[in-house]
């Protein structure tokens, strides 16, 4: 069998669509939910603690930065090796606020994920309750009681 056609065959089949058509659709909501997130949920909650843009909470934590530095001026200056330049340097933010945003985005899409498996497995456990119980096979000793049965009943007429 040649490999394309072995791939067209494993690309047909119906669980792979289906999965492809899953992580489609779970791509588009996954878009809605950052959009009710981003525009819905954190406008009001940046109003509450005094800042309108959720995303900007932030923490300049350039000292950090400029502690190291100074040790290593001093330490350079002692040692006597020469000149250290001082380069004005960018602040460095710690984005606190973008982090705890996406936090709330994937509560939200794990609790409503959660609730798609939950009515599924509702779904399917009353698909299985009306379904009839299947009819189990006689037992090999059933069967041989049933053959004896038929000869007696035989033997009789």
């Known amino acids: 069998m040649s490999f394309?056609?072995?791939f067209r065959e494993f690309a047909l089949k119906g669980n792979v669509m289906d999965m492809a058509v899953g992580v489609i659709i779970g791509g588009a909501f996954g878009k809605i939910v950052s959009s009710l997130v981003n525009d819905i949920l954190m406008p009001p909650i940046g109003a509450l603690i005094g800042n309108t843009d959720f995303s900007s909470l932030r923490l300049d934590?350039?000292?950090?930065?400029?502690?190291?530095?100074?040790?290593?001026?001093?330490v350079t200056d002692a040692i006597g090796s020469g000149t250290a330049e001082s380069v004005p340097a960018e602040p460095i933010w710690w984005n606190y606020g973008a982090f705890i945003q996406q936090c709330v985005d994937f509560a939200i899409l794990a609790f409503c994920v959660f609730l798609m498996v939950k009515m599924m497995n509702k779904l399917m456990k009353k698909k299985q309750e009306a379904a009839p119980a299947p009819v189990p096979e006689p037992s090999k000793e059933e069967l041989l009681l049933t053959e004896i049965r038929d000869l007696l009943r035989e033997q009789k007429k």
């Not at 930065?65 to 001093?74: E, M, P, Y």
């Open 61 to 74: 934590i350039s000292k950090v930065r400029d502690l190291s530095s100074k040790a290593t001026h001093v």
């Open 4 to 6: 394309f056609k072995e």
